[in-house]
Every structure is written in structure tokens, then in C-alpha cells.
């Protein structure tokens, strides 16, 4: 194993992926990412590019301290990587994953802290954010009760195809994101590849799969008494933040989801190098490239420059400081930029 160094000599990160099979994966990852998903069963549906959890850990993949897991590297330098606005060091607090939509995901809702108190049994709240990396075409989003769904009528249909009516339901565009904060009912429809920032929780109740079974012809468990009391009947807002459209000759900044507790994230439009820092934001800085390669660091120490495959997630630690993000190729580099 790689032994620790001096936090001034941190360098950006980037992690193995965690491949997740599951019975609605789909095969953008391969197609539209070029990665090499491993043969299973079912096919890939997930994979988690960044978790700090007692069953799964992810593995750095590069430089001095290559091997170590983000656990370890969590509780060595605990603030010099996540920096002062993290509310503990016992664990990282995002969770990033792609998720690989080949068929439609069940409709689901996760706890916020008042219903986990109540549902005990270790729930974990959940606020998370989508970004639509790609869709196919007739691709949807499902998310959010629509004005005129009230909770009888929720509750009656939940066994029926035509729960669906009672969604807030949005064609899937590349670029569009959603704020799916905790108690909101939610389904990502087939065909879309989405990069997901989320609190550090793996709390779901399942409350309808679409009469789906598996391949022995069993359903899934659903949890429709834990899932109606997580569902927040009063928010009927819409949760899309629709992606900027058009290009321009300059680098472009915009934000996704800022007013949030849990995370901020930002859709950066480069056509040129991107300056930043992560001393100002007190937080550690997560550089996930979109749609082709970037490499992030310091111009001035190219061999710690590390490269981001599209799709790729790269953690800059918050004692890091200024630092660089360089697009590959002309045009525009969609990057999704993640903090506290």
C-alpha cells in the first residue's frame, strides 16, 4: 500500500468505477462513453464513480497515493480534502454515479430527516440532481406530482399503469438537469444517460415497478407504506432547470443548483482553458467532463495534470488551490463543476 503524503503534495483524483448490474440497464455507457463495461447477467445500469460507503469504496486510481480507497484518504486528511463547509469528515458527503437507463427505472421517492426519523430502520435523507448527458429519442423524465394528483388517488393507482397521470412528465433533452430534493416522486424513463450528484445515502422506497418482474419471474419488493410517508404532497413545483442553448466564442458559467444545503453544481460551457481555485469555496471542487476529455490541474506541473474521459469524474482537493480545467477538443466541452 502507498504511503500517506504531506497534504500540500495532494494532487487531483480521479477513481475506479463501481459497475452496478440491474434489470433495467441499458448500453449508452458502452455506446456513447466508449467504456468497457464488464459481461453480466443483467445488464450495467450503474456505475459509481464516487462513494464513500461501508460496502462500497472507491479505489484512486492515480499518482502517489494510487490504490488507497476514498475512506482512507477521508480519514487521513480529513479537512484538507473536503474542506470546512463539510458537515463531518466520518464520510465523504456526495455520492456520484452515471446511471444507464435501458428500460424505465421504478417510481420511487426518498426520505428527507423527518421522515427518517420516523421510518427508522437506518434511512438516510436523499436530495439529489440529474444532468442528462444523452437520451434517445421519445427518452422522458418523471418527476414530481402534477397540481391536480391528490394523495387518495396517488395511493389507489400506485398498482396501475395509469399512475403515471398523476406525473409532472418532461421529454428527456442532453444538457436539461433536474433537482430531485427528498419527497419527490420520480422515474427516469429509458434511453437516458445521466450523470447523478446525491447526498451520500442509499435510502430508496420503491413504489411501484410497472408490474415488472425479474428473470424468474419475481417481482421486486416495494415499500409503499415507508415510500407515501417520504412523498411531499405540498411541493408541486417543477423540479427541470432546462440547459442553456446556443454557443458563443468565451467560456460560460452557468448554475444548476445553488440554493441547496447539501451541494452546489455549475454547467460550465468551455471553449478554452477554465481558471479556478478551491481556496474561495472552502470545499472541495468535483470536475465532471460531459461530452469530451478535459485535463485538470496545474499548468505549471503537467505530470500531475490528470485526464477526464467524457463521462469521467475527477476530485480536486480543497486545499488544492488554483487550478486549471483544458479542454481536448475545438468546440464546446460541456463540464459539470460540483462543490459544497
Known sequence: MSEYIDFSLLYPMKFAPIYQARM?????????LGREVPASEDPIGESWELVDRPDEQSVLLNGALAGRTLHELLTHYGRELVGRKAKSVERFPLLVKLIDAGDRLSLQVHPDEAACRE?????????????????????QILAGLSGRATRQQLVSRLDSPDVENLLQVYPSQPGDAYFITSGTLHAIGGGNLILEIQQNSDTTYRVSDWGRVD???????????????????????????AGVSGTAGHNRKFDVVSLCPFFAVSDLRLVGVWNDDTAPSGSFHLISAINSPV???????????????????VLVPACYGAYVVEPFSPGE????????
Do not use: C
Not at 433495467?24 to 456513447?32: A, C, F, K, Y
Not at 466541452?333 to 459544497?340: D, P, Y
Open 215 to 241: 428473470a424468474h419471474g419475481k417481482p421486486r419488493q416495494l415499500h409503499i407504506a415507508e415510500g407515501v410517508r417520504s412523498i411531499n404532497f405540498m411541493n408541486r413545483t417543477s423540479p427541470r432547470i
Open 119 to 139: 421510518i427508522g430502520n437506518g434511512a438516510e435523507p436523499k436530495t439529489e440532481m440529474w444532468y442528462i448527458i444523452a437520451a434517445r429519442k421519445g427518452a
Open 333 to 340: 466541452t460541456r463540464v459539470v463543476k460540483t462543490t459544497l
Open 295 to 313: 485535463r485538470i490541474g496545474r499548468s505549471d506541473e503537467p505530470e500531475q495534470m490528470v485526464e477526464a474521459a467524457a463521462g469521467e469524474t
Open 24 to 32: 433495467w440497464g441499458g448500453t449508452q455507457m458502452s455506446e456513447v
